[in-house]
């Protein structure tokens, strides 16, 4: 559904925004793009968009370039922006309609506006003035227009900043809803929001791209394959020196006191390695109850801590990115740069 080949963006000539990047997104894929502050994450989906040009590569949407063909490329996008473009004072039955004249949207206007409000739950709010709904009302109106016209491709900046946790379980739902039938790009600061609707993570830090992956598989990769945490009711040094001795055990890393007379270890194993079975009996041998014993997987909060601390050397173990196209358009004018950077 979307292509992104050896993407650069250059400002003032020099600084790169983003660094020869290259991903592909499949349809009906949720992917979640995720970037510290000043990382090329808004920049690319500015550019994905068709709102900046490129200083290099190619943008694909549905086999459409987004420069050469942007008419056709755009139909197939959904776009919505950290702050929804909303008209305060319109009633979202009017704005939804002014959306839908504006895209130039060759449906039945009148059921296609149904559908989507239907879609999204505002059916109760169509003859309300935007400015008069909740915060978690408005995001939905939002999520409304970018659904206007039924793009292929939806793209979404931040859509549960500023709610409350109610809503924003609910937009978590909506989002997996809409799923099933489109290709979402999910961009939030708010990790549990990716984790929890996201089946796929891209990090990009300092314009390069750093992971790609499964949240899962990323957390196994940084964790460690075949790690585990132990929590143990006995004595500190002896209980180390006791898993330590078991034949598989790498290593063990005293994690500290998490209860009252209990000490919690990361025990790491060697590959292909099971030794859950020989840890229970020779705890249980001298009477140390194991009171919790699970993998030690990393929550999407840690991954993401440990690439950007790690970046320079994860991006070194990146596989090397095809070679560079020809320039699909010149870099724009100072002015508009420095407008790109500041939004950056």
């Known amino acids: 559904m979307l292509e992104v080949k050896n993407l650069t963006k250059c400002y003032h000539g020099k600084i790169k925004a983003v660094d020869n990047i290259s991903f592909s997104v499949r349809e009906g894929e949720i992917l979640g793009f995720l970037g510290p502050n000043g990382a090329g994450k808004s920049t690319t989906m500015n550019i994905v968009t068709g709102y900046l040009s490129a200083t290099e590569g190619t943008v694909l949407i549905d086999g459409k370039d987004i420069l050469e063909e942007p008419n056709a490329a755009k139909r197939k996008i959904g776009y919505l922006p950290e702050h929804p473009p909303l008209y305060m004072d319109m009633t979202v039955r009017e704005y939804l309609t002014f959306i839908f004249d504006l895209k130039k949207v060759d449906l039945p206007r009148e059921a296609h506006i149904r559908e989507i409000a239907a879609l999204v739950r505002i059916n109760d709010v169509m003859d309300r003035v935007i400015k008069h709904c909740s915060k978690g009302y408005q995001q939905r109106v939002g999520i409304a227009q970018a659904l206007i016209g039924n793009p292929e491709l939806l793209i979404l900046d931040e859509p549960t900043v500023g709610l409350d946790p109610t809503q924003i379980i609910e937009i978590r739902k909506l989002i997996t809803h809409l799923g099933r039938n489109h290709t979402v790009i999910l961009s939030s600061h708010i990790l549990s929001d990716v ?85 229970f009996r020779r705890l249980a041998e001298r009477n140390w109850p194991i009171l919790m014993m699970q993998p030690n997987e990393l929550t999407l909060e840690q991954i993401f801590v440990r690439l950007i601390e790690g970046g320079d050397d994860l991006v070194a173990r990146q596989p090397a990115a095809p070679a560079a196209q020809e320039p699909a358009a010149e870099a724009p004018a100072a002015q508009e740069s420095e407008r790109e950077a500041e939004n950056e």
């Open 195 to 279: 984790q929890a609707v996201c089946e796929r993570v891209l990090v990009i830090n300092k314009g390069r791209i750093i992971a790609d992956g499964a949240p899962d598989d990323l957390s196994r990769q940084l964790a460690g394959a075949n790690a585990m945490v132990v929590r143990v009711a006995g004595p500190e040094r002896d209980v180390h020196k006791l898993i330590r001795t078991i034949p598989g055990v790498k290593a063990v890393n005293l994690l500290g006191k998490r209860e009252k007379n209990a000490v919690e270890f990361s025990v790491e194993v060697a590959q292909d390695e099971d030794v859950r079975g020989e840890i």
